[in-house]
């Protein structure tokens, strides 16, 4: 069971349930671990991990390369070279360890250019293009054969002045991944790292997260969550390269924000979202619950 359990009503309603942890999580990097051998339990097919050479999908790889777990790696390049130096990352970090690594073309204005009712055909709601991007990452694997993992579901925090309190935002989005394998009738894992409650838990106790979340100023900009979190993922593994961020799409900006306002018109009112408070995550993972506890 996922650290967070997401649901969809008929009428557009989106609730969220905290999964309790079934042990006293160890340290998150030993979690990271735990995690994929966990996931690489699941898989009836053979492994394929999407590495899009960002610090995500890096860490991810390493959890199963340094346990001896086999693998494909795959990355999408986007047309134009749009995300090339994360492609030559990916093709070193590959290579260097002999890991089977493909590099799959995608025609990136092609996918900007559908109308929203073509994206609504994915079978769930969201305004974030990343999640059907995703989705195509995922019917792509199927199509090979392949039980395939995604690098995302990371901790990305929020601060809000008013109330002083950091939370994380979900939406629909997070939870159409899997009902995509649902109406599928496939398995994947999407999000690596909200794959165990034990996962999610254990990142809280991070003594850089321990810091971070005692000071809600440092999330009011909103580009801090995404600096916060490389800071803690270096801190665990300090011998990962250090790279500029780049955000998904970073060169088709324009056209990502002009395609999400469109699929914010589309889906109106069947859009919602959550924010849950950092406080009720920690209290909610404790083992000593006897139930998820709905958000």
């Known amino acids: 069971m996922g650290a967070i359990t997401f649901k969809t009503e008929k009428d557009g309603s989106f609730s969220a349930a905290v999964s309790r942890c ?22 009836k097919k053979p492994l394929l991990l999407f590495f899009s050479g960002g610090l995500d999908s890096e860490i991810m790889c390493r959890s199963f390369f340094d346990q001896g777990i086999t693998f494909t790696a795959t990355t999408f390049e986007h047309e134009g070279g749009a995300n090339r130096r994360d492609v030559e990352h ?10 089977t690594h493909h590099v799959v073309p995608f025609e990136t204005p092609g996918f900007f250019g559908q109308p929203p009712a073509t994206f609504a055909e994915s079978g769930f709601i969201s305004s974030n293009i990343m999640r059907y991007f995703q989705a195509a990452l995922l019917a792509y694997a199927e199509d090979a054969g392949f039980f395939s993992v995604i690098g995302d579901g990371g901790q990305l925090y929020r601060s809000d002045p008013g109330t002083q309190k950091i939370q994380l935002r ?19 894992e ?3 790292f909200r794959a165990t409650p034990e996962l999610y ?6 003594p850089i997260v321990v810091f971070g979340t005692a000071n809600p100023p440092l999330f009011y900009p909103e580009y801090n969550k995404h600096v916060f979190k490389r800071l803690v993922y270096q801190s665990e593994w300090p011998d990962t390269a ?5 955000t998904p799409f970073g060169h088709f900006r324009p056209d990502r924000l002009k395609k999400e306002a469109e699929l914010k018109v589309f889906f ?9 408070p950092i406080d009720n995550l ?9 139930m998820p506890i709905t958000l």
């Open 282 to 290: 920690a209290r909610s993972y404790s083992p000593t619950l006897t």
């Open 190 to 192: 999407p999000f690596f």
């Open 242 to 246: 250090s790279r500029p961020y780049a």
């Open 22 to 43: 079934m042990r006293e999580p160890n340290s998150w990097k030993k979690e990271v671990y735990a995690t994929a051998r966990f996931v690489a339990g699941r898989a």
């Open 90 to 99: 990916a093709k070193k970090w590959c290579w260097d360890r002999n890991v």
């Open 201 to 206: 838990a254990a990142y809280l106790h991070i």
């Open 170 to 188: 979900f939406g629909p989005g997070d939870y159409g991944l899997a009902q995509w394998s649902e109406e599928h009738d496939t398995d994947h």
């Open 268 to 276: 109106g009112n069947k859009l919602s979202y959550i924010d849950i």
